[in-house]
């Protein structure tokens, strides 16, 4: 059995990931596919993310791909979350992980509609409403959540949701049905409202974006060709990392695995055409934001995390911004209220991985600019360095 050792997997990290030394780019759709995806539910680490791969990172860029090209696409995709694809992963993703959302969720917002008594006949309503979302969208082109309202006063309708409970809420009906329109593919979030860090979105009809829409990949293949990107990134994975990553369940991952003949090796999964041994960049340093692809891209992670998990993931399991050397995460950083960025060590490193550390930090400083940002799932050792 062909043996990844430690080493090896921070070489191939590295390398696949586009932090090694001489692997940057400016172009910003190759940096998306060479993590298969770079998470969005916090806005942030989509630019962060690409910036810390580029070889002149640029905020314009990343918005110019995303508002202006559509060579970027924000969609609900691997374990619901938010990503931002190119088009052709942002299709695999919709068949391999999305699409199998609306059903349960169109059975669930019809039950909140009849039992919130917004109707007797949930269906009919919701197929309504997806019809006046859809023909407002096309006329206006694109619309936030409070236009759209507007536009298709039914939305407004109250649901009672938990009622009885000491958490009941009752949210518009477009909360759900903006969601379960997301998940069908249907519309496709926009522009931020203010700045790039922002997550509140403008809504766009997906056909605009994407002519012929993202549906229509069978969920087999999709899936296969999607666990392929995924091991050519980040392999070796094991079955765990890919089931979790994916959001799939162990039948469908074993399949796909089988689909795309991988091999196994002693820590997972590789490739067939990727098993010759990946030598070492040589040093190298990343300064990267909470949940990059990297640090959330295995369940299994001591390999890289050291003995430092407890402080730079939360309890749910979401990594906060990073510090790495050579494969290794050493440390965190933070952006406090004044605008400055702290950061700390939680092991030695070299003079010259220090230096390097501190300059990527304060690239990064410039540019926030005037920007101010609050991590979403900070970890222990943000609060204790926003403190």
Known sequence: ????????????????????????????????????????????????????????????????????????????????????????????????????????????????????????????????????????????????TRQIGREVPALTAPLHMAVGKSYAASPAAHTR?????GFDGAIVRGKPAGTWINGQYEWWPMDAVLPGGIGGTDATVARAALVRRLLWSFGPMTTDDVRWWLGATLGAVRRALADIDAVEVDCGWLLPDDLDVVGSPGHWTAVLPGLDPTTMGWSARSWYLGAHGAEVFDRNGNGGPTLWVDGEIVGAWVQRKDGTIAHELLQPVSAAARRSLEQQLSAIQELFGGVRHTVRFPAPIQRRLNA
């Open 177 to 181: 049905v903006l969601l379960l329109l």
């Open 1 to 144: 059995m062909r043996k990844v050792t430690v080493a090896e997997r921070r070489a191939r990290l590295a390398r696949r990931h586009l932090l090694a030394p001489g692997t940057q780019t400016d172009d910003v759709t190759a940096i998306a596919d060479a993590l298969v995806g770079l998470h969005s539910s916090d806005p942030v680490t989509v630019y962060l993310s690409a910036a810390a791969r580029m070889a002149h990172p640029s905020i314009g860029a990343v918005s110019d791909a995303l508002y202006v090209d559509h060579s970027l696409i924000r969609h609900h995709a691997m374990r619901r979350t938010l990503w931002v694809m190119t088009p052709a992963v942002a299709r695999e993703a919709h068949a391999a992980c999305t699409a199998g959302l609306v059903a349960p969720e169109w059975k669930r917002t019809v039950a909140l509609l009849e039992s919130s008594d917004v109707t007797t006949d949930g269906d009919a309503w919701l197929h309504d409403a997806r019809r006046d979302v859809l023909a407002a969208l096309h006329r206006l082109g694109s619309a936030n």
